[in-house]
């Protein structure tokens, strides 16, 4: 099986743009849809983008994600960052028939 | 909307049987269209995905825990449940049930997500 491998944290000030990286070992980024997901401090996580790139109805068009095959990898983009953004965001994909989490990102917005 | 809902014991002692139940309301299990996952969040930690079922009764789980974990469906309390068997301290973690939704045989989201239970392993 392949592993996600996200940065530990990363930190941007408001109204800035961040990118929060996703790196699978093995296998082709490609090959299976990559989903990103928002947890607050106390919640459950929350779908922000689904299917590489799609937005769930009421998550805001400051989040976009994509993939990039060259370095095998998906990106979520936040811009216009807002404080209410601070929260860790883990991607998540599958192959046959596993499901595999990156290990998260903690997002500061300071 | 469809809501999830996790219920079980929050204390389990060590070598016993864990044992949650998923309530789903809004919507069907017997439907169709959708598996039905635990995941598991250690404290402080990341998420790892236990194992799905369908509402037929066919499941998957993480090989990792494959050797002690049973998930089941009763669909006609709309429920479907988790067992681990032979817990440690490093069970011990924060259990949340959720819908999993497809992409045919390409991938897989979970959306919505219950609350989540913490489930403490100690004697």
């Known amino acids: 099986n392949f592993m996600l491998t996200q940065p530990h944290s990363v930190s941007e000030s408001p109204g800035k743009t961040v990118t929060i990286s996703c790196t699978r070992s093995?296998?082709?980024?490609?090959?299976?849809?990559v989903q990103w997901y928002q947890q607050r401090p106390g919640s459950s996580p929350t779908t922000v983008i689904y299917g590489d790139n799609q937005r769930p109805s009421g998550v805001p068009d400051r989040f976009s994600g994509s993939i990039d095959s060259s370095s095998n990898s998906a990106s979520l983009t936040i811009s216009g960052l807002k404080t209410e953004d601070e929260a860790d965001y883990y991607c998540q994909s599958y192959d046959s028939s596993n499901v595999v989490f990156g290990g998260g990102t903690k997002l500061t917005v300071l | 909307q469809v809501q999830l809902q996790e219920s079980g014991p929050g204390l389990v002692k060590p070598s016993q049987t864990l044992s949650l139940t998923c309530t789903v309301s809004?919507?069907?299990?017997?439907?169709?269209?959708?598996?039905w996952s635990w995941i598991r969040q250690h404290p402080g930690k990341g998420l790892e995905w236990i194992g799905y079922i369908y509402y037929s009764g066919s499941t998957y789980y993480n090989p990792s825990l494959k050797s002690r974990v049973t998930i089941s469906v009763d669909t006609s309390k709309n429920q479907f449940s988790l067992k681990l068997s032979s817990v440690t301290a490093a069970d011990t973690a924060v259990y949340y049930c959720?819908?999993?939704?497809?992409?045919?045989?390409?991938?897989?989201?979970?959306?919505?997500w219950g609350q989540g239970t913490l489930v403490t392993v100690s004697s």
């Open positions: 093995s296998g082709s980024i490609a090959s299976n849809y």
């Open positions: 809004g919507g069907s299990i017997s439907s169709g269209g959708y598996y």
């Open positions: 959720a819908r999993d939704r497809r992409f045919g045989e390409i991938s897989n989201w979970f959306d919505p």
